[in-house]
């Protein structure tokens, strides 16, 4: 069913494609995503243990989520305003490419600008979106745990001219700040940044990623365990098509693996 009729997201793709992103506020269950930050403390704590210095930069660390659980809710992945939404800027039957956190500590330092991705062609201007990430935090987010810094209609260009754009005064920087429920979905070649958190509490951030029907990231994947896959209904078994099959998730993951940034 979703929140929004087919009218609603049409005006939602259409924000995005202007701006780069569309904030879905209130859009999942308070509850649900509770229940997920509990489930996700003792994932980051082992990690924080293992390299007190952050392993995406200075108090920052960049967590996989095990596909389980709650973890691997269809009423998430499949959430039908926001998977309508990325089929309306991205095309038909995308697949589902990453799951896992970003969260900044105390301790953290505004990161670079920067895009998550390469452009599609390095001799060619940019293209329609290819690569999405559905952002949602596990903790409200304000102006002092290390909110997301983002700019408005920088997704179609490249990035040093987005970066002189801002410079320049022509693009401003808007801080996001989130309540838990609320739900972004983003165009990854936007620039933006992440913030430092001020406060004693991690502030993890998800992210979803969702591609275009034909496009393959072999930087990044989610281990699908057998069992869970043959439960969810067909959609959620479509979207996550390019995924391995794997007996059994492990709960922490190697994440010597760090997303580049561009
Ligand atoms: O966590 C955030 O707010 C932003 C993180 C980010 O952009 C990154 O690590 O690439």
Same mark, same amino acid.
């Given at each position: 069913?979703?929140? @929004?009729?087919?009218?609603?997201r049409d005006a939602?793709?259409e924000?995005f494609?202007?701006?780069?992103?569309? #904030?879905?506020?209130?859009?999942?269950?308070r509850?649900?995503? +509770?229940?997920?930050r509990d489930?996700?403390a003792p994932? #980051?704590a082992?990690?924080?243990e293992a390299?007190?210095s952050?392993?995406r930069g200075?108090?920052? @660390?960049?967590?996989?989520l095990?596909f389980e659980g709650?973890?691997a809710? %269809?009423?998430i992945?499949?959430?039908?305003?926001?998977?309508?939404?990325?089929e309306r800027v $991205?095309?038909?039957?995308p697949?589902?490419?990453?799951? $896992?956190?970003?969260t !900044?500590?105390?301790?953290?330092?505004?990161q670079d600008?920067h895009r998550? /991705? !390469?452009?599609l062609?390095?001799?060619?201007?940019?293209? %329609?979106?290819?690569?999405l990430?559905?952002?949602f935090? #596990?903790v409200d987010?304000?102006?002092?745990n290390?909110p997301?810094e983002?700019?408005?209609g920088?997704h179609?260009?490249s990035?040093e001219e987005?970066?002189e754009?801002?410079? $320049?005064?022509r693009?401003?920087?808007?801080?996001?700040?989130?309540r838990?429920?609320?739900?972004?979905i983003?165009d990854?070649?936007g620039?933006?940044?992440g913030? %430092?958190?001020l406060?004693g509490? %991690?502030r993890?951030?998800?992210v979803?990623g969702y591609?275009r029907a034909w496009?393959f990231r072999p930087e990044?994947?989610i281990?699908v365990?057998?069992?869970? #896959?043959?439960?969810?209904?067909a959609?959620?078994?479509?979207?996550?098509?390019?995924?391995?099959?794997? +007996?059994? /998730? !492990?709960?922490?993951?190697?994440?010597?693996?760090?997303?580049?940034?561009?």
């Amino acid at each position: 069913m979703g929140k @929004y009729d087919e009218g609603a997201r049409d005006a939602l793709a259409e924000a995005f494609e202007r701006d780069g992103f569309v #904030l879905l506020r209130e859009h999942f269950p308070r509850a649900k995503i +509770e229940a997920w930050r509990d489930a996700f403390a003792p994932l #980051l704590a082992p990690h924080v243990e293992a390299d007190a210095s952050g392993n995406r930069g200075p108090g920052r @660390y960049y967590v996989t989520l095990p596909f389980e659980g709650e973890f691997a809710d %269809p009423s998430i992945i499949c959430d039908e305003d926001i998977v309508g939404i990325v089929e309306r800027v $991205a095309g038909r039957d995308p697949v589902m490419c990453q799951l $896992a956190t970003d969260t !900044p500590v105390h301790g953290s330092k505004h990161q670079d600008w920067h895009r998550d /991705t !390469p452009p599609l062609f390095d001799d060619a201007p940019e293209t %329609p979106s290819f690569q999405l990430a559905v952002n949602f935090p #596990l903790v409200d987010v304000d102006d002092h745990n290390g909110p997301l810094e983002t700019t408005r209609g920088t997704h179609r260009m490249s990035r040093e001219e987005a970066l002189e754009g801002l410079e $320049a005064g022509r693009f401003t920087a808007e801080r996001v700040p989130m309540r838990i429920g609320d739900v972004m979905i983003r165009d990854v070649r936007g620039l933006h940044r992440g913030t %430092p958190n001020l406060t004693g509490e %991690p502030r993890p951030m998800v992210v979803i990623g969702y591609s275009r029907a034909w496009y393959f990231r072999p930087e990044v994947h989610i281990d699908v365990p057998r069992a869970v #896959l043959a439960a969810l209904p067909a959609r959620a078994r479509r979207l996550l098509r390019f995924n391995p099959q794997v +007996e059994r /998730t !492990p709960r922490i993951f190697d994440e010597s693996y760090r997303q580049f940034a561009y």
